[in-house]
């Protein structure tokens, strides 16, 4: 990344121009198997019109009835953003024509949204705790989604497909805070990352469980707030910072030419990266919202709320604090925790050591070694062929002496290579089979530094003539000696006796 702390500014023939970014995410409720008011399924997939229910393509004199568990989690969400719970909401219909929406409106929620103002805090640079952003949240409310227009099948038709109507979407709005793309980027990977930890959304943008509108606005550097317009339905992140970047340019480009920017919807065509003009931009009194005869007010008891609390994880902020806690790099920590199966499996992993002197040396071999592992081959850590279990003993291996982080290496290869004949097998089992056990025998490893000095006597007259730096390759020359198998700690110790 760039420099953190610069800000970012876009220039002009006028000057320096500050962006200002709004992001509305819909995010798909996956913890539940049904729709927000109906009991059809939500698989992602599924043959077209396979998932409605007679509520969902409104039949008349269907009734909508709340899915409690979307509601739970919806609250879990805004808890997990410190958000404020409203205990009591209220459902409203938002009127509008179009032919992926049955009912001719969405219930969703306008004035008494379930869940109100929070917070996120990202961190511009991970390694970094003094590039942390607070970046608001306006509210939360929980909406129906609309089914998918499809008109690239025939040439002189449209179809619909109505699985997506009903499907239970929390709308986390955030206030006007970012200021540049990597913000936005930063804050709607820290999102997800929460939203992934609770376990209310998969996250998964590529599937469409999760989605952004995106507000962009220019001004001057402190001037009041510029005109905004809306990118609608933006699907990757890398997409999102694209079209922060585009209209904010258009936007300077247009207001030094004399122009206006007119409040707009606008769409983002990623093969052509560029955004174009949908519609000019709907006020609320446009669809006539109104409360929703068919559903009473939403009121949250008490046990009900304090098990939504209750039945929170440890969250990223907090358990990145606690690696750290453990003598942790920051940059370590960040990269546990960003994932939550990252930090399910390195939890495990210090659970199974017992162990808190060991947690840094743990964090390092996780993400120097079993990461680069992974991403050669391809395989996430859900489906690390070295289980937490024999990570355990492979770290215990290398702090009992047993063998040195080098052999550890060469250990956790064997055990990934699906060639080597050892694929998946234990770490004790591979050390015994290859004979990788390190050596503290002083005499092989006196034996092998006595030919080396001899051999490099040009060194030796150097290293004592100051050239200090040169142990190093002392030390390099009698573990390549050893096959890698002497414990360099005796190699050292040795060496340091040896050239006095
Ligand atoms: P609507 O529901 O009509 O889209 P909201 O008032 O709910 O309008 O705001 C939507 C989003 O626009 C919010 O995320 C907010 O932060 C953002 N926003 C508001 N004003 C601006 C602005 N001047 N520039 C950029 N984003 C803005
Ligand atoms: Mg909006």
């Given at each position: 990344m760039a420099d953190a702390g610069a800000p970012f500014r876009i220039k002009g023939d006028t000057g320096d121009w500050e962006v200002v970014v709004g992001l509305e995410v819909h995010a798909?409720?996956?913890?539940?198997?049904?729709?927000?008011?109906?009991?059809?399924?939500?698989?992602?997939?599924?043959?077209?019109?396979?998932?409605?229910?007679?509520?969902?393509?409104?039949?008349?004199?269907?009734?909508?009835?709340?899915?409690?568990?979307?509601?739970?989690?919806?609250?879990?969400?805004?808890?997990?953003?410190?958000?404020?719970?409203?205990?009591?909401?209220?459902?409203?219909?938002?009127?509008?024509?179009?032919?992926?929406?049955?009912?001719?409106?969405?219930?969703?929620?306008?004035?008494?949204?379930?869940?109100?103002?929070?917070?996120?805090?990202?961190?511009?640079?991970?390694?970094?705790?003094?590039?942390?952003?607070?970046?608001?949240?306006?509210?939360?409310?929980?909406?129906?989604?609309?089914?998918?227009?499809?008109?690239?099948?025939?040439?002189?038709?449209?179809?619909?497909?109505?699985?997506?109507?009903?499907?239970?979407?929390?709308?986390?709005?955030?206030?006007?805070?970012?200021?540049?793309?990597?913000?936005?980027?930063?804050?709607?990977r820290k999102l997800r990352a929460i939203l992934r930890y609770v376990g209310s959304c998969d996250g998964n943008m590529e599937e469409g469980s999760m989605r952004a509108d995106v507000n962009v606005s220019v001004r001057?550097?402190?001037?009041?707030?510029?005109?905004?317009?809306?990118?609608?339905?933006?699907?990757?992140?890398?997409?999102v910072m694209a079209v922060i970047e585009h209209e904010a340019r258009r936007q300077v480009e247009l207001i030094e030419e004399g122009g206006t920017?007119?409040?707009?919807?606008?769409?983002?065509?990623?093969?052509?990266?560029?955004?174009?003009?949908?519609?000019?931009?709907?006020?609320?009194?446009?669809?006539?919202?109104?409360?929703?005869?068919?559903?009473?007010?939403?009121?949250?008891?008490?046990?009900?709320?304090?098990?939504?609390?209750?039945?929170?994880?440890?969250?990223?902020?907090?358990?990145?604090?606690?690696?750290?806690?453990?003598?942790?790099?920051?940059?370590?920590?960040?990269?546990?925790?960003?994932?939550?199966?990252?930090?399910?499996?390195?939890?495990?992993?210090?659970?199974?050591?017992?162990?808190?002197?060991?947690?840094?040396?743990?964090?390092?071999?996780?993400?120097?070694?079993?990461?680069?592992m992974l991403n050669r081959s391809g395989r996430k850590i859900e489906e690390s062929p070295i289980s937490v279990r024999q990570a355990v003993s492979l770290l215990g291996l290398v702090a009992n002496g047993t063998i040195s982080k080098t052999l550890a290496k060469q250990v956790s290869e064997i055990m990934l290579d699906e060639q080597s004949g050892h694929f998946g097998e234990d770490p004790e089992a591979i050390v015994d089979a290859k004979g990788l056990k390190q050596t503290s025998d002083t005499g092989a490893i006196d034996a092998e530094i006595d030919r080396i000095l001899a051999a490099n006597a040009d060194k030796v007259a150097d290293y004592k003539g100051g050239k200090q730096q040169l142990f190093g390759f002392f030390v390099g020359q009698t573990m390549k000696a050893m096959a890698g198998k002497a414990n360099p700690q005796v190699v050292n110790e040795r060496l340091r006796a040896k050239l006095g």
């Amino acid at each position: 990344m760039a420099d953190a702390g610069a800000p970012f500014r876009i220039k002009g023939d006028t000057g320096d121009w500050e962006v200002v970014v709004g992001l509305e995410v819909h995010a798909q409720i996956t913890a539940t198997a049904s729709k927000l008011f109906s009991g059809a399924a939500t698989a992602f997939g599924a043959e077209p019109n396979t998932q409605v229910s007679l509520v969902d393509a409104a039949m008349p004199g269907m009734l909508p009835v709340p899915n409690r568990e979307c509601i739970r989690q919806a609250v879990r969400t805004g808890m997990a953003l410190d958000a404020k719970i409203n205990a009591w909401s209220r459902f409203d219909r938002k009127n509008y024509f179009y032919a992926d929406l049955p009912q001719g409106y969405q219930i969703s929620q306008l004035y008494h949204p379930l869940v109100g103002e929070g917070e996120v805090e990202v961190l511009l640079d991970d390694k970094d705790e003094s590039t942390a952003k607070r970046i608001g949240i306006e509210r939360i409310h929980v909406e129906q989604d609309a089914g998918k227009l499809m008109h690239d099948q025939h040439p002189t038709m449209s179809y619909v497909d109505l699985n997506r109507c009903g499907v239970a979407l929390m709308e986390i709005v955030s206030r006007p805070d970012m200021r540049s793309p990597a913000e936005a980027g930063a804050y709607l990977r820290k999102l997800r990352a929460i939203l992934r930890y609770v376990g209310s959304c998969d996250g998964n943008m590529e599937e469409g469980s999760m989605r952004a509108d995106v507000n962009v606005s220019v001004r001057k550097p402190g001037a009041e707030f510029g005109t905004r317009t809306e990118t609608k339905n933006v699907n990757s992140v890398r997409f999102v910072m694209a079209v922060i970047e585009h209209e904010a340019r258009r936007q300077v480009e247009l207001i030094e030419e004399g122009g206006t920017v007119v409040q707009e919807t606008r769409l983002y065509d990623p093969d052509r990266d560029e955004t174009r003009s949908l519609r000019s931009k709907e006020d609320a009194h446009d669809y006539r919202y109104f409360p929703d005869p068919d559903l009473l007010p939403l009121e949250l008891d008490q046990a009900f709320l304090d098990e939504c609390r209750s039945s929170l994880p440890e969250l990223p902020d907090a358990k990145r604090k606690r690696y750290e806690a453990l003598g942790i790099t920051p940059y370590n920590a960040s990269v546990l925790t960003a994932e939550v199966e990252t930090a399910q499996y390195f939890d495990n992993l210090l659970d199974g050591l017992q162990r808190r002197d060991l947690a840094s040396e743990a964090a390092n071999w996780v993400v120097s070694e079993l990461f680069g592992m992974l991403n050669r081959s391809g395989r996430k850590i859900e489906e690390s062929p070295i289980s937490v279990r024999q990570a355990v003993s492979l770290l215990g291996l290398v702090a009992n002496g047993t063998i040195s982080k080098t052999l550890a290496k060469q250990v956790s290869e064997i055990m990934l290579d699906e060639q080597s004949g050892h694929f998946g097998e234990d770490p004790e089992a591979i050390v015994d089979a290859k004979g990788l056990k390190q050596t503290s025998d002083t005499g092989a490893i006196d034996a092998e530094i006595d030919r080396i000095l001899a051999a490099n006597a040009d060194k030796v007259a150097d290293y004592k003539g100051g050239k200090q730096q040169l142990f190093g390759f002392f030390v390099g020359q009698t573990m390549k000696a050893m096959a890698g198998k002497a414990n360099p700690q005796v190699v050292n110790e040795r060496l340091r006796a040896k050239l006095g």
